[in-house]
């Protein structure tokens, strides 16, 4: 464990442990919602997407949580530009219908 490690001052171990809880990461869908989350903040806070870079950032939501995988800026892009095209389509599909 990580305390026998440190006890023993074994280095190599302490460093394979700590990579091995940065690998972890969450099931698809508690990412997804976590995602989701991130970008509802940026939009809401009207941030640049550059943020989810800043390693303050990231420092402040691994601290909530250390296994979620902050996105980067271009993720956010085309996840942000893909929800406003399918907001469009919906809404002139709605139009359509009421003619």
């Given at each position: 464990?990580?305390?026998?490690?440190?006890?023993?001052?074994?280095?190599?171990?302490?460093?394979?442990?700590?990579e091995?809880?940065?690998?972890?990461?969450?099931?698809?869908?508690?990412?997804?919602?976590?995602?989701?989350?991130?970008?509802?903040?940026?939009?809401?806070?009207?941030?640049?997407?550059?943020?989810?870079?800043?390693?303050?950032?990231?420092?402040?939501?691994?601290?909530?949580?250390?296994?979620?995988?902050?996105?980067?800026?271009?993720?956010?892009?085309?996840r942000?530009?893909?929800?406003?095209?399918?907001?469009?389509?919906?809404v002139?599909?709605?139009?359509?219908?009421?003619?």
């Open positions: 464990s990580y305390l026998e490690a440190l006890q023993k001052g074994d280095h190599n171990l302490i460093s394979s442990i700590i091995e809880e940065n690998s972890k990461s969450h099931p698809y869908s508690k990412q997804e919602s976590l995602t989701k989350n991130v970008i509802g903040f940026v939009i809401g806070t009207v941030q640049t997407l550059s943020i989810v870079e800043n390693k303050d950032f990231i420092k402040m939501i691994n601290g909530f949580d250390l296994y979620y995988k902050v996105p980067c800026s271009k993720t956010l892009k085309d942000i530009s893909s929800a406003y095209e399918a907001g469009i389509d919906k002139k599909n709605q139009l359509l219908q009421l003619e």
